[in-house]
């Protein structure tokens, strides 16, 4: 296998760390230290063994698409880091602004800044969109406030009585990206966004997450279509059957046929 792997050379060039137990590793990135760091991470479904040691660092206020085939592992990895319980973390270091994601339950996570947008949605049925904006507030760390994410996302003040679940697909997306913004997130993670969205939708959305980013949240963005997510992204890693083949800048990938065509088949 003919692998383009950048990960390796920025593993010898790290820093690994010598930090004191509890004490994040120096990770770093050249000269900036990482404001985001998995290490090594393995994660298990019950005996499956799916995510095999994923390395990657990520900047403030970087973008970085997580990319790869069907089954690579990129659902997978997003929810190892989101400390969900599914796949179980078995081995490895997460790291959160100073704080360490591996030792806590998602929940914890996610007060330390974690924001999963799962790929479902998971809009609540029975609430109206603000309810389902407010019940995201019911516990700090409160982040956007509700009006705030109603500019961002007109549409979702012009229907903010309408039951959630009665939105449309695209509008459902838009809520569950709220959402999360109305908590305080360090770390956006976004799971096929544009998934079963008609192209006018995905243009919107792809707007709005342009306007995150000029904000500077850090994010992460699994992409089937992976050539709007390297456009939206600064940086990209690949997985491959649970491994990371390839992480460099999203114009590398953009500009390689051969990348494109043996790990995203475009
Ligand atoms: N709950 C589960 N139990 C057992 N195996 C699972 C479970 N969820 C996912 N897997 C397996 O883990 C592997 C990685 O799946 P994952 O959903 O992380 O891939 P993905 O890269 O997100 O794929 P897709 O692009 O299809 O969303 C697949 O082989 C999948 O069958
Ligand atoms: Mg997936």
Redesign the pocket.
């Known amino acids: 296998m003919s692998v383009v792997n950048m990960a390796d050379v920025k593993a010898k060039t790290r820093d690994s760390g010598n930090a004191a137990p509890g004490q994040q590793p120096t990770h770093s990135i050249g000269s900036q230290p990482a404001y985001f760091s998995c290490w090594d991470i393995h994660a298990y479904?019950?005996e499956?063994y799916?995510v095999q040691g994923v390395s990657f660092d990520i900047r403030e206020g970087e973008i970085v698409a997580l990319l790869?085939?069907?089954?690579?592992?990129?659902?997978?990895?997003l929810r190892a880091i989101a400390r969900v319980d599914?796949p179980a973390l078995k081995a490895g270091e997460i790291w959160l602004d100073h704080q360490p994601l591996h030792s806590m339950k998602s929940a914890q996570a996610a007060q330390n800044g974690v924001g999963l947008v799962p790929?479902d949605r998971r809009i609540i049925a029975g609430l109206t969109v603000e309810e389902n904006l407010k019940l995201a507030q019911i516990a700090p760390p409160i982040g956007w406030s509700i009006d705030r994410v109603y500019d961002l996302f007109p549409r979702l003040g012009e229907r903010r009585k309408q039951e959630g679940t009665t939105l449309s697909g695209g509008e459902q997306q838009m809520l569950a990206i709220g959402r999360t913004l109305a908590r305080d997130v360090k770390l956006l993670l976004l799971d096929?966004p544009y998934e079963g969205l008609a192209p006018v939708i995905v243009q919107e959305i792809e707007r709005t997450l342009e306007q995150i980013k000029a904000l500077g949240m850090t994010t992460i963005i699994?992409e089937?279509n992976a050539i709007a997510a390297l456009h939206l992204a600064d940086r990209a890693i690949i997985?491959d059957m649970?491994q990371v083949v390839f992480d460099g800048t999203a114009q590398d990938v953009l500009d390689s046929a051969e990348l494109r065509q043996q790990y995203l088949a475009i």
Do not use: C
């Open positions: 479904y019950g499956s799916i790869g085939r069907n089954g690579a592992g990129k659902t997978s990895t599914d790929e096929e699994v089937q997985l649970g």
